[in-house]
């Protein structure tokens, strides 16, 4: 049945289709936009030609932020010197003030120098914050773990300290002139207490460090106008092809269909969406009739809120509903290596005796961690939570930026991910977990 698998996928496959369509008739999906919009009625268009046996969309309450003009950015050494670089907006950022913010800079490695440099340092002063990720860490994801909190909580802890704004080394290996963004909370700072946060692209966080190391009078200028409107509805997308032993044990497939602005969401996370629905197409193309309920959920929202995941659990708890297993694709569309899950030990040592299945795809690592953003909510005693875990050394380098686009896809690879996934699907439906035995 695998190889069966992997060859509809690789033959016949759709989600590279589907994933140019995405990207390149929709573009950048932010939720709250025209965009996340037409991609919603677009793949329930899809899921609709491919005749699930039920498609429906889940209203939710999205917030919306909107860029405004492109950003403008200069590093000033001296007077009327100036050195024009490439930044953006984090997301939820708040504006620059009209005309945009000249100051001072102070340049860490990070929240905790804060607190040693103290108000005296850094009042009136623009925060840059330039710790890399570790290229020593072979799962990138892990590196980006080691520096989000500076984009993430940057702001509001310069703030504290009287800071007038921050800049952020772009999250990325990769030295080149795309500024990353993503998102960023002040947390329960005051409106008016709020200052404007962008990313700086990471070949001019070294200049802008180089700079500040030879004179350290240099300033940094920052214009962006960006804003947050009241919230909009949106919806997670979802079809199913109904169980035909226990209808009401459900297996989940999903990705996030919202995207930041900059690029086309190619990567992050149309390929995930793609190939979640194509794991439904496989088995209606191959006529397999699944035990439990197979379902492919389009998240809206993951990016700046997660309000769609925490949507869909808060309805299956009120429903009822028990997901038995659930499995996010959102870390690119690149080549499968394998799974991570989030369960017992015990079913892990289940789920561990299928691997070399995997083996002849290359697909065969196997760990314990965590799942997906927008499935993890639905984790619970009992059930498993896991994430598709493709190779990770590319992923940065286009993660929320410009660069993140379809050109940067390859179909293969996003196919092999599909049928990874579908693979997966098949061996929990058929041989689950021990509490649910198939007759
Ligand atoms: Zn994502």
């Not at 919603?40 to 609709?48: L, W």
């Not at 700079?211 to 920052?222: A, E, H, N, S």
């Not at 190939?275 to 699944?290: G, T």
């Not at 197979?294 to 009120?318: C, H, P, S, T």
Request: aromatic share 10%; net charge negative; proline share 5%.
């Amino acid at each position: 049945m695998l190889r069966k698998i992997f060859d509809e996928a690789l033959v016949n496959g759709k989600s590279y289709d589907w994933l140019e369509h995405l990207s390149t008739k929709i573009g950048g999906r932010l939720s709250g936009s025209p965009q996340a919009e037409q991609a919603v009625q677009y793949t329930k268009a899809e899921m609709e030609k491919l005749g699930f046996d039920k498609v429906w969309l889940q209203p939710v309450m999205v917030p919306k932020w909107v860029r405004g003009i492109k950003e403008y950015a200069y590093i000033e050494s001296t007077s009327g010197n100036t050195t024009v670089v490439n930044i953006c907006a984090l997301g939820g950022s708040a504006p620059t003030p009209e005309g945009g913010l000249k100051a001072n800079v102070i340049e860490v490695q990070g929240i905790q120098e804060l607190e040693q440099l103290g108000r005296e340092k850094i009042e009136g002063k623009i925060v840059f914050y330039n710790r890399p990720m570790d290229p020593k860490l072979i799962q990138t994801f892990e590196a980006y773990g080691g520096c989000v909190d500076q984009r993430y909580s940057g702001a509001r802890e310069a703030a504290k300290y009287g800071a007038v704004g921050v800049v952020v080394r772009s999250m990325s290996l990769k030295i080149d002139d795309y500024p990353h963004t993503g998102t960023m909370s002040y947390g329960d700072l005051p409106l008016e207490d709020r200052i404007p946060a962008a990313a700086i692209s990471t070949r001019e966080a070294n200049l802008l460090s180089s700079m500040l190391k030879l004179q350290p009078q240099t300033k940094f200028y920052f214009n962006q106008t960006c804003r947050a409107f009241p919230d909009v509805e949106s919806h997670n997308v979802i079809g199913e092809i109904k169980g035909s032993l226990y209808p009401n044990k459900v297996i989940l497939v999903g990705g996030h269909l919202d995207s930041w602005d900059l690029g086309d969401g190619a990567h992050d996370d149309g390929a995930g969406c793609v190939q979640s629905m194509e794991v439904l197409r496989l088995f209606q193309n191959l006529n397999y009739k699944p035990n439990h309920t197979i379902r492919v959920v389009l998240f809206m929202n993951e990016e700046n809120g997660l309000r769609g995941a925490r949507k869909y659990a808060e309805e299956a708890d009120k429903k009822n509903e028990n997901h038995i297993f659930a499995l996010e694709s959102d870390a690119g569309g690149f080549t499968p290596r394998g799974f991570s899950f989030q369960s017992s030990d015990e079913d892990f040592n289940k789920i561990k005796s299928w691997k070399p299945l995997f083996e002849p795809y290359l697909v065969h690592l196997f760990v314990k961690g965590g799942s997906g953003a927008d499935v993890a909510p639905l984790k619970k005693e009992g059930n498993v939570a896991a994430g598709l875990r493709p190779d990770s050394q590319r992923y940065f380098d286009y993660h929320h930026a410009d660069s993140d686009t379809f050109d940067k896809v390859n179909k293969r690879e996003l196919e092999l991910g599909g049928a990874a996934m579908a693979s997966l699907v098949y061996l929990f439906d058929k041989y689950g977990t021990v509490k649910y035995p198939v007759k």
